[in-house]
């Protein structure tokens, strides 16, 4: 089992529409997690991060975390064509600060 | 100020060279990250650097590996004897881990092809 899961995708959704992206983790001790947006050929950035159950919102994106389930995701509303990349979520664990990324999803909003 | 910086930014190697490879973090970040992205796949985790503390090293894929930190400053990452399965970009992250903060930020990378 990876320690980071996120199905590769491509995800697909219409401009305008809510994108969903998920990401499940294996270490039920981790503390803090990460959604990085990562262009083609560039490197990743910060998009947002959480570290309690709940929702957290920031302008367009709400970050979602269930540490019960061990899952957390990324909803993307009124998404936008330059939305359009592959989405990293990474974990920090229970030992300290070393980040485990998941592989990726891959979003497509179409004009 | 200026961001995390990677030299270089492009290598082509042969098989069996040495490699090393140069990052500097943002001043004053304590936390340094090494990670290697194949084409189309996610970022692995290579090593991580917290001030003085030593080193997880538990991602290098091999002893050809290694990797040295000047105090908060200047990292480097060496690949010995180069193989193919070693093409990749490699990328840099940096941390200020403040109040438990871990938000890294990436270099530009440096993509090594082997051949």
């Known amino acids: 089992q990876k320690e980071v899961e996120q199905n590769s995708g491509p995800l697909s959704v219409p401009e305008g529409a809510i994108a969903s992206l998920n990401c499940t983790y294996s270490?039920?001790?981790?503390?803090?997690f990460f959604w990085y947006r990562q262009y083609s050929g560039k490197s990743p950035e910060l998009i947002m991060f959480i570290y309690s159950n709940g929702d957290k919102e920031d302008g367009r994106f709400t970050a979602q975390l269930n540490k019960a389930s061990q899952y957390v995701s990324l909803l993307i509303r009124d998404s936008q064509p330059s939305d359009s990349a592959t989405y990293l979520c990474a974990v920090t664990g229970s030992g300290g600060f070393k980040t485990i990324f998941g592989a990726g999803t891959r979003l497509f909003v179409k004009a | 100020g200026a961001g995390v910086s990677q030299s270089p930014s492009n290598k082509v190697t042969e098989k069996g060279k040495d490699v090393e490879l140069r990052c500097d973090p943002i001043?004053?970040?304590?936390?340094l990250y090494w990670y290697r992205q194949r084409l189309g796949q996610g970022l692995e985790f290579l090593i991580y650097f917290q001030g003085n503390s030593a080193p997880d090293k538990s991602g290098l894929p091999s002893d050809r590996f290694s990797a040295e930190r000047t105090g908060e400053s200047v990292s480097t990452l060496t690949i010995q004897r180069t193989q193919q399965e070693d093409s990749a970009v490699y990328l840099c992250a940096s941390s200020s881990q403040l109040a438990g903060d871990n938000e890294q930020f990436f270099g530009p990378g440096t993509r090594l092809t082997v051949l």
């Open positions: 270490d039920r001790g981790s503390q803090s």
């Open positions: 001043s004053g970040h304590t936390a």
